[in-house]
């Protein structure tokens, strides 16, 4: 499994240097894995269950976020943190069986299980460096 930045991510494009660091600060992810999934975290607190999208294209699969409209945009004294809109995308290898993910939303976290056909599994190779 493998993590794609979305050309949105990639900072400096279209002279915008700060957005990689905004897109980072919308949807922090986190991935551990178990003995036959990789657990996808994406930290989203005060979020609708409703509005978020997964979406599988061939090996890619989207995770999105689009608020509802309407949404309350208050002038802002300190803001660390926001509840707007993304998306991540990552690269999913063979090892994946793309047709059980499943997801769940609870206390602020989006949880995707990522199913690991058995056999399949990708062995680790230690590279070493001359």
């Not at 599988?56 to 699969?61: A, I, K, Y």
């Amino acid at each position: 499994m493998y993590y794609n930045q979305s050309w949105a991510a990639k900072g400096n494009q279209h002279g915008n240097k700060h957005l990689y660091a905004r897109t980072m600060q919308r949807a922090a992810v986190n991935i551990y894995k178990t003995d036959n999934s990789y657990e996808l975290l994406v930290f989203a607190p005060g979020r609708i269950k409703e509005h978020f999208h997964l979406d599988m294209n061939g090996n890619e699969l989207t995770v999105s976020y689009n608020p509802p409209e309407g949404f309350p945009r208050p002038d802002w004294i300190l803001r660390e943190y926001s509840r707007g809109g993304f998306k991540r995308t990552f690269t999913l290898n063979e090892s994946i069986n793309t047709e059980n993910i499943s997801a769940k939303y609870a206390d602020g976290v989006l949880q995707v299980s990522l199913p690991v056909i058995e056999g399949k599994e990708n062995t680790r190779k230690e590279i070493l460096i001359y």
